[in-house]
């Protein structure tokens, strides 16, 4: 017995089933790369930078900050993307 898509007039731009769990785990993988990964560098550099200039722990707190700040962004302009894919539709 077939069973019916729960939402057949809605697909992705790639075509694919945008309700499957494989395109939801890569949704969930690019908005986490956008996360971590600028907290994870600024995070580091002031690592680096309060070694190497006996700082501890402000440069490290600041560049956190900042890479909390860049992950926004990142993720408002994710949004923003998806707002106009679905616009279009």
Do not use: C
Not at 23 to 30: E, F, Y
Not at 42 to 52: C, E, L, M, S, V
């Amino acid at each position: 017995m077939k069973r019916a898509a729960a939402h057949p007039t809605t697909k992705s731009t790639s075509g694919k089933d945008p309700y499957s769990l494989g395109t939801l785990a890569s949704d969930l993988m690019d908005t986490t790369w956008r996360i971590a990964i600028p907290v994870v560098i600024f995070a580091g550099i002031g690592i680096f930078a309060d070694r190497k200039f006996d700082t501890s722990p402000w440069v490290t707190l600041t560049g956190m900050v900042v890479g909390f700040f860049v992950a926004g962004a990142l993720l408002k302009r994710q949004l923003l993307s998806v707002e106009q894919q679905e616009d279009k539709k």
